[in-house]
């Protein structure tokens, strides 16, 4: 099969024949359904038209310029990431440049979730443990539990926010707190001043656990109180913050992450990188990407529109929502989050997973583009309204919210 540049922008590449693509969809959603496995995309029956809003991805994927730097690497794609260009110390440089910070503040990650990662295994001990939210993005407790390092949940406030007092009270003596901001998967952010206060403080009572502040949805925030702690990072010790280049650059499948911070408090987390972890096309794609402050300006005003379109539809249905300031909502179903998943899957929406402890009547929908979010409120109508019979009774009362 030949791989021509305009079919693969225009998305017009077939790889696989139709019947493949149906002879596979069919089998993996019969095996997933006889599993009665929740939240994956296979639960859409075969034929039904899929709308992913379930991984906080950017709908519409990066900008032309970034896929024409994807596109151009192919000849290079023989080459380690140290010998192509441009190489991995061209992209360290280039998010160095745009924080203006030398090269040894960064450390570049096959996504963020390499970092975070690293950091638990650079960090905690069996006797330091690692401290999160209750919930919050999952990949730091679900290593720490690997490693067997003691894990401190602490449940969000009632606002949805990660609650910060325990979290100070948990941190001494701890190994790492992940502060994640925005916080995955209630999309609530803390302000400049409470997360520079809870670092100030954790910092007297316990100064050496390791504050690692994950900031994958920043590009998203609109809330005026909110502040990067880059420069908070990059002013004390035993504090670092992550990015992606996962959700408004629009790179989720090219695993793009990063840290930045002191250069004493990169250095464990350097040691753990895995060499080469980003590729010859990721390191093109990021190099691009951060080439377009304009396009991503203009993603975060899609998003706000469109999240505010998605807010007040859900709202009309009695469906209250965390302040969100992500690409993703948290909303209050009133029902499990399995039984909402399943009865949205079957008319080919595919929302977030479990986050317990409020799996029982929280779900996360992540933000698609406005025509998938009108289709999407459609069909949350339809899953959380009762239906009327022809007697006037009404179907499915006690789950109507
Ligand atoms: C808070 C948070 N951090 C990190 C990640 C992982 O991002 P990456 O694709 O860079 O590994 C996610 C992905 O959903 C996330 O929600």
Known sequence: MSLSRRGFLTGRVVPFSGAFIAARGMEAYQADAAQGRGGGRSMVPPGVTEIRISSNENPLGPG????????????????????????ESALTS?????????????????????????????????TRGLVTGAPSFENCPGIAKKLGHPIAEIKVDSAFRLD????ISAAKGAGLVFFNNPNNPTA???GAKAVA???????????DTVILIDEAYHDYV???????????ALETPNVFVTRTFSKAYGMAGMRVGYAIGRAETMKPLEKLKMPYNVSVFGIAAAIAALGGAK????????????????????????CKTAESQGNFLFADAGKPAKDFREACAKQ??????DFPPFEKTHVRISIGTMEEMQKATAVFRSVLRPISTSTGARLGEESWR
């Open 222 to 232: 609109t809330d005026p109180s909110y502040q990067s702690a880059v420069p908070l």
């Open 348 to 353: 080919g929406i595919v929302v977030g997973r």
């Open 64 to 87: 032309k310029a970034v896929l024409d730097a994807i596109l151009g690497k192919f000849p290079e794609a023989g080459r380690y990431p140290f010998n192509s260009t441009p190489n």
């Open 94 to 126: 280039a998010i160095a440049a745009k924080f203006k910070v030398k090269p040894e503040n960064i450390v570049l990650g096959g996504g963020s979730q390499e970092i975070l990662k690293n950091a638990v295994r650079a960090f905690t001990t069996p």
């Open 164 to 167: 910060l007092e325990p979290m």
């Open 197 to 207: 206060d809870f670092v100030a403080r954790v910092r007297q009572s316990s100064p």
């Open 295 to 318: 396009h991503i300006d203009a993603e975060r005003e899609r998003n706000t529109k469109v999240r505010a379109y998605t807010i007040k539809a859900l709202d009309e249905l009695g």
């Open 188 to 190: 609530t952010v803390h």
